[in-house]
């Protein structure tokens, strides 16, 4: 089976450098070039069997616009939506700092096991992925191609997860915006076999 993974364009939060999960943010003139760069590479000659894509418009749009290309439906799945930054979310870190310094020291001591207040931990995150990952694998075969539109942080959690590495190996991979990851998982064995930026 293979999973390929896209990374939404850039947006005005990422440019900005602010903690965005589960908050919009429009495209960039630089997101919205990603975005046809990522439909012009998606290869139409894969037969892709379904298209998930998370609630978010900057990955729904996406989404659709492949899922039109090719034919299909798209999937809404919140478990691929990115991680919930809870009192962070829409903040760049000098401003967390400043107005929560003891939850920020408190993440940046221990980001896999700290809660962030009314948000997730990164262990929240790994879990819920490895739910929705495990249900494709268990109904999917050897020919199955899923197409999954979703986030950063979600890509290098279901990277980890696949390659059977730590959680806090997601750091060895670089998923810029309009990236493009493929990987192939046989026999409980996963190969990364493309990355496109």
Known sequence: MKFIMVRHGETKANNEGRYIGHTESP?????????????????TDINIEEIYSS???????????????LDK??????????MNFGIFE????????????????????????YRIPKGESLK??????ENF?????EKGNSETVYLLV???????TI????????????????????????????DDYGILSKLVY
């Not at 990952?133 to 694998?137: A, F």
Request: aromatic share 12%.
């Open 124 to 129: 929240d995150v790994y879990y819920r992925v």
């Open 27 to 43: 495209y960039t003139d630089k997101g919205m070039y990603q975005v046809e760069n990522i439909i012009t590479r998606i290869i």
């Open 90 to 113: 829409g903040k760049k870190y000098e401003e967390i700092q400043k107005e929560h310094s003891l939850e920020w020291e408190n993440w940046t001591r221990d980001y896999v096991n």
């Open 133 to 137: 990952i495990d249900k494709l694998k």
């Open 55 to 69: 609630q978010l418009y900057r990955t729904n749009f996406i989404a659709n616009k492949i899922a039109d290309r």
């Open 150 to 156: 979703t986030h950063g942080g979600i890509i290098q």
């Open 159 to 186: 990277m980890t997860y696949l390659l059977d590495l730590n959680i806090d190996d997601r750091w060895h991979f670089k998923v810029p915006p309009g990236a493009i990851i493929e990987i192939d998982y046989n």
């Open 73 to 82: 439906k798209v999937m809404i799945e919140p478990d691929i939506c990115e």
